[in-house]
């Protein structure tokens, strides 16, 4: 089994998809670009929080394409457009954005302002992290 497959099979065991759309998002994700050069641990957590909802999994698949079109061989650019992204966020999805960076760069996550984070979007990080987990145990 491929790094890909055995993320997807270890994810799914432990159910930690929300619906049938995130688990199929998340499952072409990994189909299309679990073989190419860039894919990694990190990224693999990207894709699961990106494949949450349509408008995330869509940024993704954009930016996932524009690097296999580039030849990319790491996720830096797509770092760097991470930075671009949260910056851009008026709410909390600033956050999600940089989790998603924290994936990258495979550093822990810290939140600076819990005041302000809407129970929805600490549910998604929460759910991200724990999804994470179980991907650095793959």
């Known amino acids: 089994?491929?790094?890909?497959?055995?993320?997807?099979?270890?994810?799914?065991?432990?159910?930690?998809?929300?619906?049938?759309?995130?688990?199929?998002?998340?499952?072409?994700?990994?189909?299309c670009y679990g073989g190419y050069p860039f894919f990694s641990k990190?990224?693999?957590?990207?894709?699961?929080?990106?494949?949450?909802?349509?408008?995330?999994?869509c940024i993704m698949l954009?930016?996932?394409m524009d690097m296999t079109l580039g030849k990319d061989k790491?996720?830096?650019?797509?770092?760097?457009?991470?930075?671009l992204l949260a910056e851009e966020q008026k709410d909390a999805e600033y956050y999600v954005y940089e989790l998603s960076n924290s994936f990258l760069d495979n550093k822990p996550f810290v939140m600076d302002a819990l005041g302000d984070v809407s129970p929805d979007?600490?549910?998604?990080?929460?759910?991200?992290?724990?999804?994470?987990e179980i991907i650095d145990k793959v």
């Open 1 to 31: 089994m491929s790094f890909a497959t055995d993320c997807f099979a270890a994810l799914d065991r432990e159910k930690v998809f929300e619906n049938s759309g995130h688990r199929t998002r998340f499952k072409e994700l990994l189909d």
């Open 42 to 57: 990190g990224l693999c957590k990207c894709m699961y929080l990106s494949a949450w909802d349509e408008q995330h999994f």
């Open 62 to 64: 954009e930016t996932l």
């Open 74 to 83: 790491n996720t830096d650019e797509m770092r760097q457009k991470g930075d």
């Open 121 to 132: 979007i600490m549910y998604i990080i929460c759910r991200a992290m724990h999804a994470a």
